[in-house]
């Protein structure tokens, strides 16, 4: 089911217990990740949140937030995809060859590359909503042949370098308008995103009121609101006093958007859902499960294609190891931020905000001078902990 804001306003006299209970959920993983920003810009000294390190942070980590927002709907699916980081490598492959090599146009070779990705989700996705042969079979045959196919078309060496206007996909900024210190464009996107959102609840609690379902009190509202501007507005200015919003920041921000619109507000988001939660019974509904499960492997083709070109940009070259773990990022970014292992539970927005969790995580542990091994130990906790979390939700929900 699809993750649901508190039901139980302070004004119907519903005691504390529930309500907490209720926002944990939703909640838990933003104080998490705040906790997590606040602790390593103490132990850092304040670089980690340093224009230039935030900054980085994003370009470092935009694949991975594109890749979780599809990884995301998949688990929510109840299925698994072990190749995403296969298909992004050999999406990257086969662009490089077709820009370096043939001298392709970019633009031309970008569409063939999400169309190619499209295409292999297809490929998989037959075989798992028709054939109904286990996506941890499909995909981990995947992940082998396209990792295998991608050190055939590059024949096991690195292909680069790409033109100017492909990299500025993966290490590119927002032009900006203007000669001044601050990237006002920047502020300007930072200022409407926060808008939009807190004009989207605003109509969303109307909607509510309408239904006579239970709402916030006004001042927890109005609280939310207030933090929401402030934070957004804090993390614009940051990045407006280095070079401005990075290319790949702006794209995870609407496709972030636009996948949160669907899975929310749209009949193909609630059928994501309904078979997720039981697919019995989303087929006795009349929802056709097996098509909508083989265009959620389509989609996540397509963002794996996505990610690639991306990692291939930021790169400047495209590489045979290039992909390695991203499914393992991908499906912690997803199981972090709120999905349910058994399937039918999860956001898009709690998926960005895994990933933003790990992302900081990693990047706060370098910065400190953690060992890999470490680092790895201490994100396996996480992960575990995240599920843990869970299956606690779970069972006291029963």
């Known amino acids: 089911m699809v993750d649901r804001p508190a039901t139980t306003p302070a004004s119907s006299g519903g005691s504390a217990g529930p309500r907490l209970r209720g926002n944990l959920r939703q909640y838990g993983m933003i104080a998490a990740l705040v906790v997590i920003v606040v602790l390593f810009e103490i132990l850092t000294d304040g670089i980690l949140l340093k224009p230039l390190n935030v900054t980085n942070?994003?370009?470092?980590n935009g694949y991975v937030l594109v890749l979780a927002i599809?990884?995301?709907l998949v688990i929510i699916n109840r299925e698994i995809d072990l190749s995403v980081g296969s298909v992004a490598a050999f999406v990257g492959a086969v662009t490089g060859v077709a820009i370096v090599n043939w001298g392709l146009p970019w633009p031309l070779v970008v569409v063939g590359a999400l169309v190619t990705g499209g295409l292999i989700g297809a490929f998989q996705g037959f075989w798992i909503a028709y054939a109904r042969i286990p996506a941890f079979i499909v995909?981990?045959?995947?992940?082998?042949?396209?990792?295998?196919?991608?050190?055939?078309?590059?024949?096991?060496?690195?292909?680069?370098?790409?033109?100017?206007?492909?990299?500025?996909?993966?290490?590119?900024?927002?032009?900006?308008?203007?000669?001044?210190?601050?990237?006002?464009?920047?502020?300007?996107?930072?200022?409407?995103?926060?808008?939009?959102?807190?004009?989207?609840?605003?109509?969303?609690?109307?909607?509510r009121r309408e239904y006579g379902l239970a709402v916030p009190?006004?001042?927890?509202?109005?609280?939310?609101?207030?933090?929401?501007?402030?934070?957004?507005?804090?993390?614009?200015?940051?990045?407006?006093?280095?070079?401005?919003?990075?290319?790949?920041?702006?794209?995870?921000?609407?496709?972030?958007?636009?996948?949160?619109?669907?899975?929310?507000s749209t009949v193909v988001g609630r059928h994501i859902y309904a078979v997720g939660g039981n697919e019995r019974a989303a087929a006795l509904s009349g929802i056709a499960t097996k098509k909508t499960k083989f265009w959620v492997f389509v989609n996540m083709g397509v963002l794996a294609a996505l990610a690639g070109l991306v990692f291939a940009a930021?790169?400047?070259?495209?590489?045979?190891?290039?992909?390695?773990?991203?499914?393992?990022?991908?499906?912690?970014?997803?199981?972090?931020?709120?999905?349910?292992?058994?399937?039918?539970?999860?956001?898009?927005?709690?998926?960005?905000?895994g990933g933003l969790v790990m992302g900081v995580m990693n990047n706060g542990m370098s910065l400190l001078g953690l060992g890999v091994d470490w680092q790895q130990a201490i994100k396996g906790g996480v992960l575990m902990l995240a599920v843990a979390f869970d299956v606690y939700n779970k069972n006291k929900s029963k």
Request: hydrophobic fraction near 60%; proline fraction near 4%.
């Open 70 to 72: 599809g990884m995301m």
């Open 217 to 264: 009190a006004p001042q927890w509202f109005v609280l939310k609101a207030v933090a929401i501007v402030a934070v957004i507005g804090a993390f614009a200015w940051v990045l407006a006093v280095y070079q401005g919003l990075p290319i790949v920041g702006l794209v995870v921000i609407v496709l972030t958007a636009a996948y949160s619109f669907v899975t929310t």
């Open 314 to 353: 930021r790169l400047n070259a495209a590489t045979p190891k290039a992909g390695t773990n991203f499914e393992l990022d991908a499906i912690a970014a997803a199981f972090i931020g709120g999905a349910s292992a058994s399937g039918g539970v999860g956001s898009v927005v709690g998926a960005i905000v």
């Open 57 to 60: 942070l994003i370009m470092q």
């Open 139 to 207: 995909t981990l045959g995947g992940m082998l042949l396209f990792r295998g196919l991608s050190m055939v078309v590059l024949q096991g060496q690195s292909i680069a370098p790409f033109p100017s206007g492909f990299r500025q996909l993966g290490s590119g900024f927002v032009p900006e308008f203007g000669a001044g210190d601050l990237h006002l464009v920047t502020m300007l996107l930072g200022l409407a995103g926060a808008a939009v959102i807190v004009w989207n609840d605003w109509r969303s609690r109307a909607r």
